[in-house]
């Protein structure tokens, strides 16, 4: 089993042209996640920070082998502030807010993670021919077999996604799309009628909630694919047959406002437009694009082979951030905001409390716990270091994420349940 889980991983580093002979380390970016301000990356062994609120004197976190002693397979940052790591068969790590590491989570040191998610009370993990969900702690909650047809124990739950209803879909090498609902496992679609076969990777996944489907990038050359949530029909889109305009799509997105990115080893940039039409962009360090990102602010950021990181406005690329030029190793997670922000909810209102010394509050952001923004309250009433806040559109009894921007540029994440 092992030895074919490593062949198949190290046939997808060589397709993916990693230069790691040439440069002593492997740059090419796997994993992007974000939180508070700050982009987290991951290459094959280390996990790096880019602090967006400091521009040019940005910081960096370099966790090499000596920490982590693992492939880096995914990043998941929680609510709470932590980061979690998945490893390519080592299981999960957390990564505390003061720079040290739990290596105590609940899963065995033999697990291949190369997805996560979480829902706002359960960080989700992909495995071997498994998903396995832990309490924010750490701790086991229950783990889904993936049955009859997902029988392959060398097979890997490659992506998660968690739409707006906390379904929770998952895409599995060589086996195609599943989804849990309501404590059950549901197997959707084998890909059976595509061109796809044994042997490949079945890669990202991503809902698209405004077209009742569920896209999907499956074998390398073999583009697009749309899984119809209504009829279970499934709708493909490639090059060879003029309905895509690029060959090979690495990673895709569907950002707030509903719309899809496709990473390209065209080194291209790819939009869908609302007309079915395609839109690309390049950049001078696009080069062979494998991972895609929003951040809290709707922007896209892509991560190259090269090591770059590079940062889209939705209409033009604004960053490139070569991560490996001033790398150093700093004790903790980078914060840009405040600390202490406090968010209790009740009676239609939304108590927000900070230090005195972080300023006035600017802006309030409500967001699912899938990270959609809900609704944006600017320049509320308040006092120094205290709000009431009254949102409108918020649902009486769902969980909330709160994101508060004050004047020294900070945004920290809470959850609360809204009454």
Known sequence: ????????????????????????????????????????????????????????????????MDELDAFIGSIY????????????????????????????VHLSTRDYIMSMDGDGEYIWCGAAAKLIRLNADGSLSGSFSCGDKLSSTHSIVYDIDIDSQGRIWLSEENTGLSKVEDNRMEHMEDYENLPMRQGFLCHKIAVDEGNQCVWGVTDTR??????????????????????????????????????LWLASANGKLVKRQADGTFETFTAE????????????????????????????????????????????????????????FKAVAGGG?????????????????????????????????????????????????????????????GAYATKFIYR
């Open 349 to 409: 209102q939304v108590c927000l409390q900070w230090p005195a010394d972080g300023g006035t509050l600017l802006r309030a952001d409500f967001l699912n716990t899938d990270g959609r923004l809900i609704e944006s309250v600017n320049h509320p009433a308040q006092e120094q270091g205290s709000a009431r806040i009254a949102p409108k559109t918020l649902r009486s009894g769902r969980l909330y994420l709160l994101k508060a921007y004050t004047e020294r540029g």
């Open 77 to 104: 940052c929680a609510a709470d502030g932590n980061v979690w790591i998945g490893t390519w068969g080592k299981g999960a790590r957390i990564l505390k807010l003061d720079g040290q590491w739990t290596y105590n």
């Open 222 to 259: 073999h583009g697009l694919h749309c899984y119809n949530l209504a009829d279970a029909s499934v709708t493909t889109y490639s090059q060879a047959e003029g309905t895509l305009p690029v060959e090979t799509v690495w990673d895709v997105l569907v950002d707030r406002n509903g719309a």
């Open 1 to 64: 089993m092992m030895k074919r889980i490593s062949l198949i991983f190290m046939l997808c580093i060589t397709c993916l042209g990693l230069e790691a002979q040439e440069t002593g380390r492997d740059r090419r970016i796997f994993n992007i996640d974000s939180s508070n301000g700050t982009i987290w990356v991951g290459t094959l062994r280390e996990l790096m920070a880019y602090d967006t609120k400091n521009g040019n004197d940005s910081l960096y976190y370099q966790a090499g």
């Open 285 to 340: 360090n696009l080069q062979n694009l494998g991972v895609l990102h929003e951040d809290d602010e709707g922007h896209i950021w892509c991560g190259t082979e090269k090591g770059h990181l590079l940062e889209f406005d939705g209409e033009k690329f604004i960053a490139d951030i070569d991560l490996w030029t001033r790398a150093t190793k700093i004790k903790g997670i980078p914060r840009t905001t405040t600390n202490g």
